[in-house]
């Protein structure tokens, strides 16, 4: 029942707010987004958008109501708004952390998998297929098709099925299947084109489970919308507990999906300054000649173009051939940014910024041993922004904690041991690996 | 220098054969003489594959051959080189992903505040080069007017796909902005070779039929009886991609030479075509004695 | 506000409710319990009893109040109770999942680790030390060290070093140093040897953190009062939810924090079953010749001793040296119990049951693949219990989700992979370790 | 048999000499000869350490040492038949942990509703074993009544030890239960030898001065000039532990024979004797010259 009185006051909230509603027409966002799919696909996205509005914008069948229940039950939702004791002591400012890694899974990305995965029910879809990179949207996707009773298939570059061998193990153990995606070079690009495929075969009575506010419409909305919860939460929690709105928010955005979800209910609060911390890789220069761009700053450093469904800002080469991205963490390790974020850096709503693999690894350190939560190596990021740029941010400032480190601990060692971290524990008993 | 007929005179006298391979494949100088292997096999039309990194639409076949072209160095300037220098009586079509179209003549189109900028330097580069259509699988008919005007402006056709699922409105809008001919889907799926006829492209062909364009299908031909049958099924034209990339993939994988796989191309073109034109003889029979 | 509210009516109930002070007083649970510890210790042990009483029993200087919310805001409580939709179905009968997962540091430890660390700063206490064997209670008061600003040191043995080398590095990334115990066999038993040593030299201003209901007075009694919000909470939501108290609870039970917790609020409730679930490993019987059992079911197969600080319940021979214990679960692997529960079981309060390795091992797959939760190993107990006896249980059972699974991927491939596990994916490709 | 004096009379005359080895290490035949070794060096007392698994009290040099012997076999009945074995003059005191004490003489003893059956068999066979007295490291005063009654059913002294910051009620009720000697501990922490003497040393026999039982320091003496300088300032003897132990240890690791471990005991034992007794003299001497 207060769920139900929460929701209609979110309403009205939501009509005055016009922030909250972008896209949803349309798909459009300025110049950005649309629905760049092949023909095969789009009745499939058509159905979705119907079903988009109808359940989750709508509210049809309770769909929202029950959404957020499971997320409460079965996701652990809220997750906690927290003072960092000694950040704030150490910047001088009010650092509060929205603890997205305390969500089941160990990332933000369940909001939106159980998500879709509920409305691919509601739609009478039986079978679930996602793409993944890293394997946290492979793993949150499994979950929640387990939680949910739907098959479940993940693509996944066979290159990164080797690099995330326990992710690869949680999705089978939450009864996915995993198919390797041999193609190429073997990696997220390969497993979403290889996704697409298998989609535009079984659109019937398949859904796609996209990982970020990235593809065509409806994507971009749906995705921000069910991780908006995020936003929605820290927003009253900060009201809650300092007595206003915070005068920063701070996010990491590869897709951009966590950073949306932390952003969504501050976008029509003008005070508050939006910052998207992009991956800066080992350095903003890109190699034309060899297609690569040692980062994946697509906001700061991309432009505009079209890539898998959507008009968006992309890292590309002057012929307009993606590039191969990098960065210290996989899961930013993306060419493109949700459509979205693009138009308000555009904008200039959004403030992007890039932070390189070295400081993204202090952030990693520091936060562990002052704070005792280990971040994602993602999450870093976001905090190597605070340590670099704090003098310029306003008295209350809320990070979101967007995953945790247990998933990355190989790849701290290693990355720590190339090079001198400041604050990085002494390793050199693992290294060699563990 | 290409053939300059327009794509319509290619399905004016009988059953088109319209042949697919990916420009560059495995490299030009092999890949030129693929192409032209085709042409001398009948082709009437030919697709040329410009490859982008992510062919969301391709099956695993062609999107291996749009590796093997990238990884040798194709570039957009370089296949218009490439079709410039092709000897072909075939009306040649581009097939590429809208981003590369949107992208080429670099950034002052690109980041002028006008988005409609994009299209037009590319158009115009394929239409010096001999192009005379182009089909972009992934642009659908809501997002292609800054296309359309440079395909006007340029005098090129545009090609839509049509999917077994299209219909209604969407099929009208698409219908209002096509040219040179359609793409009819022949199943659900991506592009691949396939053993059977699916019954998805008869119901695609009825619901065409209002419409006066010609209709080519595609997706999964492969043999001499398939383009028959399809044919017979009231097609205008055969697309044949996949059963074609696997011929060169083979030539690539059994390291043979490029003589030996131009041959099996050009055999196999034969074939294709000779089954289209029974295909149209057993209609036009049938329509006879009808 | 409402925290001290809520404190003082928790306080009535409490003294309507007896089971929630027992051994408050002296330590003792009927036979068992009290301080079997070196002279060098006894002040020690004093001093903690009075910190006890006057922070933790009256909350002297808002201790309980700072505990609660750094709790809730570092730590992620209330978890949720969620119901088990298809584990309700499969067993007839309403299943329901106190999830302790979602705690930060992904399981209970957390609990009894903040608490004690936060009660040493408030005895003005500079260090803290504490063993770990599979290295959860470890990483808990590593975090809990960092966040407050503790110095930390953690002991544990050499040969649990190799096994737990993600455990290891988690707690040295929060800053706490790792000191091997290469005395002995070099596992948890040595570590505690070792930590011991440590405090009896240093006791004025160091505090240790004991990881569960064992030890001297006031450990016992101390780190119940801690784990006890798991029922507190369990036991509203249920009440909330369903109408009424349920009908059974079930935790697995190693040195038995877990355990404790989940029952304490339900002891005084007579109607309520409860169910401690111990780890059979690979049988009940014991090799006496060799010192050991191959299990370490000390509340169903030991009998009275007394071990590190207290008279309980011990896997022992005739002799009375200690056994090694075994299970495929390194956490439920002590031959020890909390003196409280062998109290319990003997007044027939509490039901002790063992499940052995591979009925774990099923329960670990079944709620992988049915639920979308991967359990610790520890955890799986108590789903392989649910599976063996739930025809004997009563329509409303609440499980206890004592921890996470990430941790116990490599063990559960490697166990997996020797046997023929009912519902288990085909893990082929990842034998030979990951 | 063990000579069958009581301990007080080894506090008697003189400063006693109360040294500390692990029984059975690393066998019983060498650990036989090393006892022995001890009653020729001078010891008064000698407390023979009983292994048990879980030995919080001692420091890693005897945590070694129990494991070796727990390695080789010993049980409590292998203990006692040992000690019956030994053909010394000092007075036998056994050091072990409670529970081997709880439940020697099988479950009988242990299952009985009477919580308190369970330490008497074990203090009648070591009484039959001859030894004197007994320490338990880890059970304090407080949980001691069952055995502080079966050792005066059978005889023997029930030693406690004081700790540095044992004082008030536990000092009292400690030495009120206390027989034979208070073992008191030189200072914080766990067994282990060093090479200072502490000042707690002096405090806690300040502290103890008005009690009527023997002082024994223990924890840390190594070297006749420890023992001199703790018999000076008011000890009434030395316990050594670790020092010795240490040499078994290093015999082990340099597999000498045992004959040549026997002697450097009995020469060690010889200084920290001698030690003992210079120091008594100068406290002699101080106090007549007072
Ligand atoms: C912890 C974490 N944070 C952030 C991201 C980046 O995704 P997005 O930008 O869509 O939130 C990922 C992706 O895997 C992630 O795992
Ligand atoms: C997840 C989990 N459950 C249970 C236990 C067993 O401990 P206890 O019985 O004290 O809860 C452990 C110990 O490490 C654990 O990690």
Redesign the interface.
């Known amino acids: 029942m207060s769920e139900t009185d929460t929701r209609t006051t979110e309403e009205t909230e939501t009509a005055r707010r016009p922030g909250r509603r972008r896209g949803r027409e349309d798909g459009k966002f300025g ?1 950005y987004g ?7 696909l ?2 499939a996205i ?1 159905e979705l958008t119907d079903a988009y509005e109808r359940y989750v914008l709508d509210n049809e069948d309770g769909f929202v109501d029950e959404f957020r229940e499971r997320l ?3 996701g ?1 939702r809220p ?5 960092a ?2 950040l704030s002591e150490r910047y001088e400012t009010e650092v509060y952390l929205k ?1 997205e ?4 899974g ?1 990332a933000h990305k369940l909001n939106n998998a159980l998500g879709q995965v509920l409305l691919a029910k509601y739609m009478g879809k039986e079978r679930i297929i996602a793409e993944t990179g890293a394997g946290q949207h492979g793993t949150a996707t ?6 949910l ?1 739907m098959p479940c298939t993940i693509y996944m570059g066979e290159r990164d099925i080797n690099r995330q ?2 992710n ?3 999705m ?4 996915s299947e995993v198919k390797p995606v041999t ?2 070079r073997g990696t997220l ?1 390969e497993a ?3 996704t ?2 298998d989609w ?5 009575d398949t859904h796609y489970v996209i990982g970020s506010i990235v593809g065509p419409h409806p994507f971009p909305v749906m995705v921000r919308d069910f991780q908006a919860v995020i936003s929605e939460e820290a927003r009253e929690q900060a009201i809650e507990k300092t007595g206003g709105v915070p005068t920063d928010v701070v996010a990491c955005a590869g897709g951009g999906s966590n950073t949306m979800g932390t952003f969504a209910e501050f976008v029509d609060d003008e005070s508050v300054a939006l910052h998207a911390v992009e991956a800066g890789g080992s350095t903003l220069e890109v190699d034309e000649e060899a ?1 690569v761009a040692p980062n994946s700053a697509s906001l700061f450093a991309g ?7 959507a008009r968006t800002k ?1 890292l ?1 080469d ?5 590039m191969e991205s990098h960065s210290v963490s996989s899961g930013l390790d993306y060419a493109g940014v949700g459509p979205e974020l693009a138009y308000l850096v555009d904008e200039g709503r959004v403030d992007p910024v890039a932070v390189d693999d070295d400081a993204a690894l202090e952030g990693f ?1 520091r936060l ?7 971040p994602a190596l993602e999450t870093a990021h976001a905090f190597g922004f605070l340590e670099k740029h704090h003098e310029k941010l306003g008295e209350r400032v809320v990070v979101n904690v967007s995953g945790r ?2 998933k990355d ?1 190989d790849a ?2 290693e990355e720590t041991d190339k090079r001198d971290v400041d604050g990085a ?3 050199s008993m ?1 290294t060699g690996g ?1 | 220098m290409a053939n300059a007929d327009a794509l319509d005179a290619a399905f004016a006298d009988g059953p088109a054969y319209v042949p697919y391979l990916v420009v560059g494949d495995p490299d030009d100088e092999s890949s030129k003489a693929y192409v032209e292997a085709l042409d001398r096999g009948g082709a009437d039309v030919i697709e040329l594959g410009l490859p ?9 076949t062609i ?2 051959a749009l ?1 093997r072209s ?1 990884d040798a160095g194709m ?2 300037d370089r296949f218009f080189a490439f079709a410039e220098d092709l000897e072909v009586d075939a009306a040649l079509v581009c097939m590429t ?8 003549g ?2 002052e189109a ?2 002028a505040s006008d ?1 409609s900028a994009g299209p037009r330097p590319f158009v115009e580069r394929a239409a010096a080069a001999g192009i005379r259509g182009l089909v972009v ?4 008919a ?2 292609a007017e800054p296309l359309r005007e440079a395909c006007d402006e340029f005098g090129l056709d545009l090609i ?7 219909r209604g409105d ?1 099929l009208d809008r ?1 219908m209002a902005n096509v040219s040179g001919y359609v793409y009819v ?1 022949a199943r ?3 592009t691949g070779a396939r053993d059977d006829v699916s019954d998805q492209t008869t119901a695609s062909l009825d619901r065409l039929g209002e419409y006066d364009v010609p209709k080519a299908v595609g997706f999964g031909i492969s043999t001499g009886d398939h383009a028959e049958r399809i044919v017979a099924g009231g097609a205008d034209g055969i697309i044949v991609g996949s059963a074609l990339v696997d011929v060169v993939a083979e030539g690539v994988a059994a390291e043979l030479s490029t003589a030996e796989v131009a041959d099996r191309l050009e055999a196999l073109s034969r074939e294709l075509k000779a089954g289209a034109e029974r295909g149209h003889r057993s209609r036009t029979e049938t329509v006879e004695s009808a």
């Open positions: 110049r649309g629905q760049y799919v092949p023909e095969a789009m009745p058509e409460a039950e079965f652990g997750t906690p708004l927290q003072r004791d000694r603890r890694d305390l969500l089941h160990g499994a979950m929640a098709a387990a939680h009773d061998r326990p690869v193990f949680r089978k153990l939450n009864g193609t190429g690009k979403i084109s290889e697409m495929r535009a075969e079984t659109v019937e297609g432009d505009e173009g079209v890539l898998h469904g992309l590309q002057s012929d307009g051939q993606i350190h562990s041993s002052t704070e005792g939560i280990i480190g247990d601990l701290a060692i524990p002494d390793m693992f563990m | 982008f990194s992510e062919p969301i639409a391709e099956g695993s999107q291996e590796v990238l570039t957009p992903y809208y981003n590369l179209i949107y992208q080429y670099g950034s690109r980041s988005a699988p992934d642009l659908p809501e997002e839509f796909i049509v999917a077994p699922t299209t969407r698409m889907q659900l799926g991506t």
